[in-house]
């Protein structure tokens, strides 16, 4: 009897031991995805603005050197001219009204070649257009909505 609780023991511990050894196996053989801490950082300073329109500024080659340097956020509205003829009228405080571009050159570290990248907009008055590199990241009618866009 002994002898059989023995050869039981035997194959149960070789099982066991195979066992283990195929699992310690298998992650070597199908890698998991790294898993990323997230990252948030302020893309708020550092921009530049242009009160009115300039056609082609979506482009990444665009010349901005001579707009103006602008932290976020901003309402150039607010600047006025204050006026009664402003399109806003007196529920707009008679403040101007129009097209504003605002432009940010970053680039990104090269350990961040495999991670999801978004932008979030904590609110951006109406009609407002998102490009990067000359793509076009998407279209807000609302305004003073947050809304966000993957870069990746």
């Known amino acids: 009897m002994t002898n059989t609780i023995s050869k039981s023991f035997a194959r149960y511990w070789l099982l066991l031991s195979l066992l283990v050894a195929l699992l310690s196996i298998v992650p070597a053989a199908f890698p998991q995805p790294v898993a990323y801490a997230r990252v948030t950082s302020s893309f708020d ?9 300039a056609p082609g500024a979506e482009k990444p080659d ?3 050197s001579a707009w103006r340097k ?3 956020p901003h309402d150039w ?5 204050f006026d009664e003829k402003n399109p806003t009228g007196g529920a707009g405080g008679f403040l101007p009204a129009g097209i504003g571009w605002y432009r940010k050159h970053f680039s990104l570290p090269r ?3 495999d991670r999801r990248i978004f932008v979030d907009f904590d609110g ?3 009609n407002s257009d998102v490009w990067i ?3 076009h990241l998407g279209k807000r009618p609302y305004g003073y909505v947050s809304f966000r866009y993957e870069l990746t």
């Open 45 to 53: 300073s550092d921009w530049r603005f242009l009160k009115g329109d």
């Open 62 to 64: 665009f010349d901005d």
């Open 70 to 72: 602008q932290n976020v």
């Open 77 to 81: 509205s607010i600047e006025g001219p």
């Open 111 to 113: 350990d961040f070649h």
């Open 124 to 126: 951006v008055m109406a």
């Open 133 to 135: 590199n000359g793509f």
